[in-house]
């Protein structure tokens, strides 16, 4: 099942990070949240579950485990810069959800934080200097060898 | 468990996407794929699992269902506005997988059509005309109301 899509780094990542539970650890990451305690308590997660995830994202690279007390052992976890990078997927659904499914109850908006104006997250082409939509993005291979047919199916993207 | 999270539009989001199946089935869509057998057959994914998870996205507004042929019924599943919204997220996750993920067999990369430009997908403000990165963005209520002590703690993002 998957053969296809199992072997992409899509499936990977979404193997990875591809739970609400994880996704909302990272959230709580990128708030400042580092020890296993405050997440526990910010998230209202089951430890149990809190530590598969934070097991899983530590051996995929996502976060990284210090210890900061020794007796009894304690640990914080932090994200990797490889974590951070996963900031733009997780403000995408957070302003998606604040769009598409906010209750209306007070609503919130991701701003600029020097000047508050709501962010805008467009794709940008550094060589024609301009921001465009999804539609115009062609996924390509980063070698410079020409495509197999099948390889050429699963680039045609996003 | 997760009285403040379940809450939050991030929360429902993740309740509606927040699976991978979900995120394969909105990349085809993407891809132009509508029809069921079609889903089927590009993701490989199983048939009942596919069924549950097309329900729930047209429940959730992020799809829309359409019949095609009447005897015997058949339908094709489009994304709605809200649906195609989601590609944002979507690149995002890509994009990291591919950069943090990928196997080194022929990676590929996405890049702006015309040009053939690795895509970049930055934060964006219109007012100071500058990109961005996720330290600089504050979350803040969307109506004038002064905000909750609770709600404030919940808006520090993203």
Chains 1, 2 share one sequence.
Not at 23 to 35: F, H, P, S, T, Y
Not at 55 to 79: C, F, I, N, S, W
Not at 94 to 119: F, K
Not at 133 to 152: K, L, N, V, Y
């Amino acid at each position: 099942m998957g053969e296809r899509t199992e072997h992409t780094p899509l499936e990977r990542t979404l193997q990875l990070v591809g739970d609400r539970w994880s996704i909302l650890i990272i959230r709580a990451a990128l708030r400042g949240v580092r020890r296993f305690d405050d997440f526990a308590a910010d998230l209202g997660i089951a430890r149990p579950i809190l530590t598969k995830r934070l097991t899983r994202l530590v051996e995929g690279g996502v976060m990284a485990k210090d210890p900061y007390q020794e007796h009894p052992p304690r640990y914080e976890y932090r994200l990797t810069p490889a974590g951070v990078a996963l900031s733009p997927a997780l403000v995408a659904l957070i302003r998606w959800g604040e769009h598409h499914l906010a209750d209306g109850d007070s609503p919130i908006v991701l701003v600029h934080g020097p000047c508050g104006t709501e962010l805008e997250q467009g794709f940008w082409c550094r060589t024609c200097a301009t921001t465009f939509g999804p539609t115009a993005i062609r996924a390509q291979s980063a070698t410079t060898q020409p495509e197999h047919d099948s390889a050429q199916r699963d680039r045609t993207g996003p």
